[in-house]
């Protein structure tokens, strides 16, 4: 691993996947922890699967304050952890890790980062209709975070039935259903939020669903990408008059709460959004 990751200094926290060049962690999480003078280095560390168990052990040995991490080795580093919150458990997935006396611990940040923009629109959860696109492991954290603020019904649909299926056997909620794919311009109607948890669209022009489906949702509807991009599926759905939320407000509260866990300080997330916009637009440009 060549991120210095021998020198042994407690005051740095990483950012742990593969890739990772193209996170905007740093541009956000740095200048809140300049803003706070806490003297702490945020750090990118890639690390290829293979590298993962020599990764956490020198986080058991208080190599670093803690740790990120991103795809694809959130459900790899819940296997990995010493003890994990009751979030990470139903999620099965691990984005922060907090060293304690020689164990991990691990906990699932991006569920309240999910939900956190539709708490600022004070989206009444109780009759919320859902439809989630994808069933993977950004799924499942999309799933839980929605049935635990109350929902009303959630709906998954992918392409391979089967894997829809499993997720909701396994988290096992009367309000929880699995759909084909082909099945979501029947849904549309009675769905009040529609979030596109899969990859597809964060490069090039392709859609999780075809645009009529936009068309189809009710007067109010929210569209949700996890990306925190413009992607084909925000601009249809903008082009359509539907509201819509990318994954930036996502990214920023996600890391604020780690923050937290880290430091058990209080985030500065005024420093840290005002921070990630400027990132984002930058790389845009």
Same mark, same amino acid.
């Given at each position: 691993?060549?991120?210095?990751? +021998? ?16 996170? #905007? ?30 990764? !956490? +052990? ?39 890790? =907090? ?14 980062? !999910? ?11 109780? +009759?919320?209709?859902?439809? =989630? #696109? ?44 699995? =759909?084909? #794919? ?33 068309? #189809? ?12 991009? +413009? ?10 008059? =539907? ?43």
């Amino acid at each position: 691993m060549g991120d210095g990751a +021998e020198r042994g200094t407690t005051h740095r926290i990483g950012l742990i996947g593969d890739p990772v060049e193209h996170s #905007l962690s740093p541009a956000f999480q740095q200048p809140a922890f300049d803003a706070l003078s806490l003297g702490i280095t945020y750090e990118l560390w890639h690390t290829p699967a293979a590298e993962l168990p020599a990764r !956490f +052990e020198l986080l058991r040995r208080g190599n670093a304050l803690g740790a990120n991490v991103t795809v694809p080795h959130k459900e790899a580093a819940f296997a990995a952890m010493d003890e994990v919150s009751p979030l990470a458990h139903r999620a099965r997935a691990v984005n922060t890790i =907090i060293p304690r006396d020689g164990r991990l611990f691990g906990d699932n940040t991006d569920i309240h980062g !999910f939900l956190a923009p539709l708490h600022e629109r004070t989206v009444a959860f109780s +009759e919320l209709r859902v439809l =989630i #696109l994808g069933a993977g492991g950004a799924a499942r954290g999309v799933v839980v975070a929605l049935l635990d603020a109350g929902a009303a019904s959630v709906a998954v649909a992918n392409r391979t039935v089967a894997r829809a299926e499993e997720l909701a056997a396994d988290l096992s909620d009367p309000r929880l259903t699995a =759909i084909a #794919l082909n099945a979501v311009s029947d849904r549309a109607t009675a769905t009040d939020l529609l979030v596109n948890s899969t990859a597809i669209g964060w490069n090039g022009t392709n859609l999780p669903v075809e645009t009529g489906v936009f068309r #189809l949702l009710p007067p109010g509807a929210i569209v949700y990408d996890l990306t925190y991009r +413009e992607t084909p599926f925000l601009a249809a759905a903008r082009s359509a008059g =539907i509201e819509t939320i990318d994954g930036l407000p996502m990214l920023v509260h996600q890391g604020a709460r780690s923050f937290e866990l880290w430091t058990g300080r209080a985030a500065p997330v005024d420093v840290m959004w005002q921070a990630a916009v400027a990132a984002r637009a930058a790389r845009h440009d």
